[in-house]
T-cell receptor, first 111, second 118 residues
């Protein structure tokens, strides 16, 4: 089982809709969770971090964490064409400090 | 804040030569930097963790004699790909650890270096 798993997509949503991205992880002791956005040919940029169970909102983005289910999600409200990118879920190992990434979900927002 | 730079952004080299990639934290000190590699349509794969003033810790399957990492100062880490081969062609990305409150922290990424070995 891979450490961090994501549906590779592509996920296609119309402009203005809610995009829902999901991620599961295998290390039950993981404490820190992150969502990065990556445009083609560019390096990842941090969107959100979440450390506690529940929801965390930042503008149009909401991260959700359920440690019991080992599940992290990202909701993007009022999706825009500029949100079209690959979204990477990352988890910090409990025993170390490096982030481990999922394969990413490609999101396409059509206008 | 938390800006990480990499140089060069792109490099083309011949098979058998060595290439050095620099990673700098511009507005903060980074005691720990990480090196990742990303092949097309793949995720970022951690290669090694670099701590200032000590030897890097390599991930399983990464040849430490081929990928030399030096972290001589709190703002600079270098990755040297020795005797490069076409299969080393990839997108190399460094990341620096920014320490936040308590034990949490975030990693910020450099813009990446596209290496092509011909």
């Amino acid at each position: 089982q891979k450490e961090v798993e994501q549906n590779s997509g592509p996920l296609s949503v119309p402009e203005g809709a809610i995009a829902s991205l999901n991620c599961t992880y295998s290390d039950r002791g993981s404490q820190s969770f992150f969502w990065y956005r990556q445009y083609s040919g560019k390096s990842p940029e941090l969107i959100m971090s979440i450390y506690s169970n529940g929801d965390k909102e930042d503008g149009r983005f909401t991260a959700q964490l359920n440690k019991a289910s080992q599940y992290v999600s990202l909701l993007i409200r009022d999706s825009q064409p500029s949100d079209s990118a690959t979204y990477l879920c990352a988890v910090r190992r409990s025993a170390g400090t490096a982030l481990i990434f999922g394969k990413g979900t490609t999101l396409s927002v059509s206008s | 804040g938390a800006v990480v730079s990499q140089h060069p952004s792109r490099v083309i080299c011949k098979s058998g030569t060595s290439v050095k990639i620099e990673c700098r934290s511009l507005d903060f000190q980074a005691t720990t930097m990480f090196w990742y590699r990303q092949f097309p349509k793949q995720s970022l794969m951690l290669m090694a963790t670099s701590n200032e003033g000590s030897k890097a810790t390599y991930e399983q399957g990464v040849e430490k004699d081929k990928f030399l990492i030096n972290h001589a100062s709190l703002t600079l880490s270098t990755l040297t790909v020795t005797s490069a081969h076409p299969e080393d062609s990839s997108f190399y990305i460094c990341s620096a650890r920014v320490i936040g409150g308590g034990s949490s922290y975030e990693q910020y990424f450099g813009p990446g270096t596209r290496l092509t070995v011909t």
